[in-house]
Each structure stands twice: as C-alpha cells, then as structure tokens.
C-alpha cells in the first residue's frame, strides 16, 4: 500500500526536477562529466566496476574525507550516519561493536553486525554463520565505504539484509611517510604512523594505530592497538596480487545498559552487575587476505580472493541482576575462506552484457569455553567446553545485459548451503552434541530504465534469507545444561524495490528509492534469565519505507548533503514468548527509527586550505522490547568540524577539530533490544570534543 500511493507523486517530481529544459542548461558539462563528479563508481552492486548511476539498486558511497576527515577513525558509525536506509548507533563504549542495521535487519542484534554483511576489499568480515565484527578494520586506510540496500544484497548469501564494503587506498606513486596525534574529551588519545609508496614494482602501504580513552561513562575504559598493511605485486601487465594483512588488540570495559531510571538520573553511572562482575572484553585479531586478479583477454578475466585468520575473545559477562555472579565467555577462532570469480563481457543478439560467475566456500572453527565468576573472578566452574564449527559453501551467477540503449536488465541467482555443528566436550549432563545444516536458492531480478541522459527510474524483486548465528542456537532453554536450540528456522524474506536516480541541472544529484519486504519466521528473543538468552521464530514482519538523499556542490566550494530515511517495521502476526506473553501485530520491531534524518553543510577554501562543516541529525524514538512498552525518546544533536592544511615544499600539515553534541543534549546513542533485566538504554555523550594534528612527508 505504501509504495502504490507513494510511487507516482515520487516519479512525477523526480521527472519535474529532471526536465530537458535543465539539462540543456549545461551545454559545458556532458552527461559523462557530470557523472563522474556527482556519481560514484562501485564495484560491489555487480562485482564489476559500473557507474552507480545506471545500476538498478540502491547504493551510495562514503568519500575518503567524511571518513577520515575530523573524525576519531574508530567505529563505522562515524562514517555510516549519512547513509540513508542505514542505522549506525554509536554505544559510547567499545566492549561491543557498533549497532549497524539496514531497512531494519541487524537491530536486534545483541553481540557484532547480523544481517548484514561486511567486506573489505572484497574479503568477508562476516562468519559463515552470519554473524560480523566490523571492528577489525582500520578505517585510517579505507578510501571509500560502498553501502548496498535491498534485494541485490542476496547474491552475498546468508544474512544479506545489505552489504557494507570498505575499499582501502592505493600506495602512492610516490613514497611517503606520515605521523599524528589526536586528543579529546574523556582523556581521549591515539597515535598513528604510516608509511606508503612504491619499491622494485611492488606498491606498499603500512599504518600502526594506539586509541586510548576513558569513556564517557563510568567503567567503559578502552585500549585499542591496531595494524594494517596491504602490498600489491604487479605481476605482469595481465596479473596483479594484493595482499592485506590485518592486526588488531584491544581491552574494554562495559559499562552494560541502564534502566530507564538510571539512564535519566545518572547518565554516566553503571549498575552493580558491570562493577561486581567486572563486565568487560579482551580481544586479539590477526587475518590475511590474497586477491589474485589475471586477465585472460579483452573480454575475460578471473579473480581469486582466499583469506585466513584467528581471533581470541575473552569476555565477562553478568548473569543475574544482583551482579555478584557472572561468566566468562572465552572463544579461540580460526578461520579461511576462499572466492573464486570468473567476469565475461560481451555482445548478446548484438547488444552488450556483463557475466560474472563464481563459487564461495568459508569455514569457523570455534573453541569456547564458559566459566562462572563469583565477584568477577573465575570460579574454575565450567559450564560449558565445546566446539563451534560453522561453514558456507555457495554458488553464484550474476548477469547486465543492455537490451536497448534506454534500459537494461539485472539478474542473478546464488544457492547458498550454511551447516553449523555443535561438539559437546562438557559432557556433565548428557551430549549436547548437533548439527543442522540449511540450503537456500536466491534469485533476484532487476531493470533499469534510462528516461532521459538526467533520469534513470528502476525496479527489482529477490528473495533473501537469514540463518541463526551461533549466539541464537546457544540454548533451547534458560538453564545452563540446556542442549542447542538446533530447531530454529533461517527467516526468510521477499523484497520489493524502486527507485529514481536523477540529475537536478548541473550540479546537484538526488536518490529516492522505495521498499517493501516481507518476512516469514523472524528470529526474535523469546527469554533471557540470569544472562542466558533463548531465540525462537516470530511469524510474519514487514518493513515498508523510502530512502532519499540530495548532494549539490555549489559554487564557491560550497557543498550540501541531506538524507532522509522512512521505515515502517512491524509484526504482521501475533506470536507468543515465554517472557512477554502475547506480541500483538502491529508492534513496531524494537531497535528501528521511523524517521532519520542527517543533513550536512561544507565550505573550502582553498587558498588558504581552510575547510568546516556544519551537521545535523536526527533520529525518532526506538522501541526497546516487543512489547513497545518502553521506547528510547527522539532526538536531534549538532556537530561542527573545521580543519586546515599548509604546503611546504615536501611537506604537508594538517590540523582539525571537532565538536560533538555542540548543544549537549541529553540523549539515548543505542539501545539494547529485549534486555531480560530492563537494562535497555546506553547514554551517549555530553558536548565533547576532539583535536588531531598529522604531518606528512613526500620523498
């Protein structure tokens, strides 16, 4: 119902926009040059660069400067908030990774990224079981961040609600060398060298980081140290291998959620349960990723990606709401991957196509171990020892063929196999030994119609699915020896989608797209007790909405950005859980914003080197649990950042400074979804600030 009414008042203004009249305005600047300055190149909609503007897919891209530019380089929710169609909450705290969700899916989740999954440079940061921490990224090297909604995002498999690419930066031509500093607010401190260039034919690039902070609230303390280094080998002229290695360690305390109480009275407080069971997480990660890219002839190439890694998490988690006992939860990861790809490009019936065909294979070997903790220390009680071993093996084709100058078609398929196993090594109260294994077939299709050389109007239909992670088949029941909950279903999705992309006169270009998905078996909490939480699935849920986002550069370096997310996400049927009873149809889905808004003003000036930029955001309220008894209230904040760059000679410096929440309000950054002790609410920051200074040297 909501795109019927909504659709052609959408067309019909877009077409308003984007007459001929104002097109020919431009006789200096062709269709061509005004893409490439306002329309992106992607790689991720169709594994092949294309321009954005002719896919028939909503897709938008984060610049270099909005990620690196007057930000702490931390967590993706610096950079994500001026996507529309993409939640990204910041905790104030870096125990866990940011709340990142799109259309909807992915904001329930308690632990990483679900729902959505996560690369870089074409190498997953997603686990087989659907589950993705973000938070090993680097983003002091991630040139741009590619960010794909709705039905297309199926051709990545399991857990597709859309795709999030971070892309790194090439080595310079020219070898260089650079260090900075930056403080802030909350004793904030990071420290980062660099080195790039090239050497005997081979392209390097070499960043070290150190964050350290307080935190905004009480016991959210963090260490992070972090490394990244990619080296590309230019083979021959037809052969290249990049390689990325990946580094990084980090302590954080948690400071866990509040109650409503608590979240109004004391922002920066903690409750008992983070003090007395000393709630906090120590991780270490190291992976390495190989693309290997060879070009055939003129019209075929193939591309090999294989990845290989490990990962140590200990964290200490509360178990009731007295805080006096607790558990650690200790995992010892090792996983591998491998994408192999083969791209075709040719003429069908005398009209071009583009064909990409491959196959993906990843596997997750988990050691865990849980034991009690009395106070916060261990008791030598163990609870649980066993081995998690998650894998994916699929199959994919994805095809563009421009059967008329004015319109072509998108199509693709890919059959996905997901097999989780559960080894008990415990063993005190029976084996809880399993496995379950679950297939899927995603097709999707897509077209483009291009209206005019200003406007392009598009469609697309797939089918999506969403398979348990293995926090969600942990426990079939709220006591510690329960079994797996291997009985749980994948959700699986229908998405509908269109969309206008236009070019209003010379310099402004505007997205507008419009979804509709529904979803059967959801994967919902059913009960938490004492920190052991039980899934079940809900029946049927929708999520209707439109996305929108505006970006003209004006004269005198002067530019505007505004995007505007709608998203109705609600229950479609009753369903019944243990610890709220009835949840009624039509109860809004906990962690979604009907409404958000981020809208941005910049200058430059360039003798000078002088750059700011005016922000604001706004989000509505949150509901907290299915019942949509308790809901985080709406809010709207500003931020301003200014900066400056000086040359001389080989050198350049550059300072910047931030202010977040310049009015200091009072507001809820996330949420914690269905908290079994009420704990749903995470302050997010006074008025705080931040200074950084980098100096550059270029040999």
């Not at 490009?345 to 009690?372: C, F, I, W």
């Not at 220390?377 to 084709?397: M, W």
């Not at 005019?452 to 426990?475: D, I, M, Q, R, S």
Request: aromatic residues 10%.
């Amino acid at each position: 119902m909501f795109i019927r009414k909504t659709l052609p008042y959408a067309v019909l203004s877009a077409c308003a926009f984007a007459q001929p009249g104002m097109a020919a305005e431009t006789t200096d600047t062709g269709h061509e040059e005004r893409i490439s300055i306002l329309a992106p190149i992607v790689v991720t909609a169709t594994r092949q660069a294309q321009d954005s503007f002719d896919l028939p897919v909503a897709i938008d891209v984060v610049e270099k400067e909005n990620i690196q530019d007057g930000q702490a380089r931390m967590t993706l929710s610096e950079s994500l908030i001026r996507v529309p169609g993409i939640t990204a909450q910041n905790r104030t705290q870096m125990a866990q990774d940011p709340q990142i969700s799109t259309r909807g899916f992915g904001a329930r989740s308690s632990f990483g990224v679900r729902g959505v999954r996560v690369y870089v440079d074409g190498i997953p940061l997603t686990m087989p079981d659907g589950q993705g921490q973000p938070g090993i990224m680097d983003l002091g090297v991630v040139n741009n961040i590619e960010v794909m909604r709705g039905p297309f995002s199926a051709l990545y498999g399991n857990s597709s609600g859309g795709v999030i690419q971070m892309l790194t930066e090439d080595a310079p031509k020219t070898p260089e060398v650079s260090a900075g500093v930056m403080f802030g607010s909350y004793d904030t401190k990071q420290e980062n060298v660099r080195a790039a260039g090239n050497a005997d034919g081979m392209e390097y690039l070499i960043n070290y980081s150190q964050y350290s902070s307080d935190g905004y609230r009480d016991h959210s303390a963090n260490d992070k140290k972090q490394g990244t280094a990619k080296f590309k080998f230019n083979l021959n002229e037809d052969t290249k291998l990049t390689t990325l290695v990946n580094w990084f360690d980090q302590d954080a305390q948690d400071p866990l959620g509040l109650t409503r109480e608590q979240a109004f009275s004391n922002r920066k407080s903690v409750v008992n349960a983070a003090n007395n069971a000393n709630t906090k997480v120590s991780r270490s990660h190291t992976q390495v990723g190989f693309k290997l890219e060879h070009q055939l002839n003129a019209d075929n190439a193939l591309v090999l990606t294989s990845y290989v890694g490990s990962r140590e998490n200990q964290q200490y988690l509360p178990r009731n709401p007295l805080g006096t006992l607790g558990r650690i939860s200790e995992i010892s990861r090792e996983f591998w991957g491998t994408d192999a790809r083969w791209d075709n490009q040719g003429h069908l019936l005398g009209k071009p196509y583009a064909l990409s065909v491959g196959t993906t294979y990843g596997k997750m070997n988990d050691d865990r171990v849980d034991t009690n903790t009395a106070n916060g220390v261990s008791t030598g009680i163990l609870n649980r020892t066993e081995k998690n071993i998650a894998s994916n093996f699929d199959q994919y084709i994805q095809a563009r063929w421009s059967v008329l100058e004015s319109l072509d078609l998108h199509a693709g398929i890919r059959r996905t196999k997901v097999s989780l196993e559960v080894d008990d090594q415990l063993l005190t109260n029976g084996d809880s030994s399993g496995n379950v294994s679950y297939r899927k077939t995603t097709p999707v299709i897509g077209a483009i119609w291009k209206v005019t050389p200003t406007l392009n109007l598009y469609a697309n239909y797939g089918k999506g699915f969403e398979t348990p992670t293995f926090v969600e088949v942990a426990y079939a029941s709220t006591v510690i020896s329960s079994t797996p909950n291997l009985n749980l279903k994948p959700s699986e999705s229908r998405n509908f989608e269109v969309g206008a992309k236009a070019f209003l006169g010379d310099n402004t270009r505007a997205n507008l797209s419009l979804f509709k998905i529904m979803t059967d078996d959801e994967i919902v909490l059913a009960n938490t007790v004492n920190g052991i939480s039980v899934y079940t699935n809900a029946n049927k849920t929708s999520r209707n909405g439109a996305e929108l986002s505006v970006e003209s550069k004006l004269p005198h370096n002067f530019t505007l950005y505004g995007a505007y997310t709608l998203l109705n996400a609600k229950f479609d049927s009753d369903y019944t859980t243990v610890a709220n009873g009835l949840i009624a149809s039509g109860n809004v889905i906990p962690g979604t914003y009907h409404t958000q808004i981020y809208a941005e003003a910049a200058w430059k000036h360039i003798e000078s080197g002088f750059r700011t930029a005016f922000e604001a955001r706004h989000n509505s309220k949150a509901y907290v649990n299915d019942t949509n008894t308790d809901s985080a209230p709406s809010y709207t904040i500003f931020n301003v950042r200014a900066g400056f760059e000086q040359q001389l000679k080989s050198w350049r410096f550059s300072e910047f400074v931030r202010v977040e929440n310049i009015f200091d309000k009072d507001y809820i950054g996330s949420v914690r979804v269905n908290d079994g002790n009420s704990r749903f609410f995470e302050p997010a920051a006074g008025r705080n600030w931040l200074l950084g200074l980098n100096a550059n040297y270029r040999f």
